[in-house]
C-alpha cells in the first residue's frame, strides 16, 4: 500500500511572519492530532528556517525548486546542501510555472533530478502536465510521455522508486476548474503505465503520484479515492490553515 501525500505548494506567498502565524495556529489546531499521509509544505526560500524551526512531528519541509550543481557562480540560484540544512526533504522539480515563466525545459528537468538523486538525501517532486491547448487537441498522453521520459533519462530504477510525480493540467492550477477524477486516474495510470515499460511494474508500485489543480477540502476525496492517484498537490487551499487541516482530514 502507498501512503498518500499532500503537500501544499505556497507558490510565491506568505512573508516570514505569515509563515510562522500559519505554523503556530496549524501546530495548536492539531495538537494531539495525527494525520493518516505524509503531509507538508513547500514554501519559498526564506520560510523554510521557520518552518524547520515551528514544525512538529512528522511535517515536512518542501523546496520549490534547486539547482544541478553543488554550488559555484549561478546568481539567484540555491543548492541542494543548503535546503538540507534546513531539513528540507522533498523539492518540487518542474512545475508548470517554472516551465512557463523561467523557461525550464525537460532537459534541465532531467539534469535536476540526476544530481538530486546522485548528490543528496532530498526526494524530487516531478511535476508534469498539459495545456489547455494541448488537453482540447487530444495531445496530453503524448505531453506526459514526453514529459516523463525525458525526465527519468538516465535514471536507475532504485532512485524512480522513491520519485513522486504530481500530475498538474495547467489548465486546472489556479482557474478553480479541476480536472475530474476519471481522467486524473486515466492519466495517473498512464504515467505509472509509463515507468512499468522503463523500469518495472514493481517499481511503478512503489512511485507515488499526485494529482494537483484546483484541489479543495470538497472535491480531494474523490482524487484520492482513485486507484493510481497517491496524493495532491495543492496550491491556494494550503494557504489557510483551517482549508490545510481540511485537507488532510
Ligand atoms: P492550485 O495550484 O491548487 O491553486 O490550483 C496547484 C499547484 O500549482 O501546484
Redesign the pocket.
Known amino acids: 500500500m502507498r501512503k498518500k501525500i499532500i503537500i501544499g505548494?505556497w507558490?510565491m506567498y506568505k512573508t516570514m511572519k505569515e509563515a510562522e502565524e500559519f505554523l503556530n495556529e496549524f501546530n495548536k489546531q492539531t495538537s494531539g492530532k495525527t494525520f493518516n499521509c505524509d503531509y507538508g509544505v513547500a514554501a519559498s526560500f526564506t520560510n523554510l528556517g521557520i518552518l524547520k524551526g515551528k514544525r512538529k512531528d512528522n511535517f515536512l519541509i518542501a523546496a520549490q525548486n534547486c539547482h544541478d550543481q553543488e554550488q559555484g557562480a549561478f546568481t539567484g540560484e540555491i543548492a541542494t546542501g543548503m535546503l538540507e540544512e534546513l531539513d528540507v526533504s522533498y523539492v518540487l522539480i518542474g512545475?508548470?510555472?517554472r516551465r512557463e515563466y523561467f523557461n525550464e525545459t525537460n532537459e534541465n528537468i532531467n539534469r535536476k533530478l540526476k544530481w538530486i538523486f546522485g548528490n543528496s538525501k532530498i526526494l524530487p517532486i516531478l511535476?508534469c502536465g498539459e495545456t489547455l491547448a494541448q488537453y482540447q487537441n487530444q495531445e496530453t498522453n503524448k505531453v506526459i510521455e514526453e514529459q516523463i521520459n525525458s525526465a527519468l533519462k538516465d535514471l536507475s530504477a532504485e532512485n524512480i522508486s522513491k520519485l513522486v510525480i504530481?500530475y498538474?493540467p495547467i489548465w486546472?492550477?489556479?482557474?478553480g476548474k479541476s480536472s475530474s477524477s476519471q481522467v486524473a486516474q486515466a492519466v495517473c495510470s498512464q504515467i505509472r503505465n509509463i515507468i512499468t515499460n522503463l523500469y518495472s511494474k514493481e517499481i511503478a508500485d512503489k512511485v507515488r503520484i499526485q494529482y494537483?489543480?484546483?484541489?479543495k477540502p470538497d472535491n480531494i476525496k474523490t482524487f484520492l479515492s482513485q486507484p493510481d492517484i497517491d496524493g495532491a498537490?495543492?496550491?491556494?487551499?494550503?494557504l489557510k490553515v483551517a482549508d490545510f487541516i481540511n485537507l488532510l482530514n
Request: glycine residues 18%.
Open positions: 505548494n507558490k512545475h508548470s510555472e511535476c504530481a498538474e486546472a492550477i489556479g482557474t494537483g489543480g484546483s484541489v498537490l495543492v496550491g491556494s487551499a494550503s
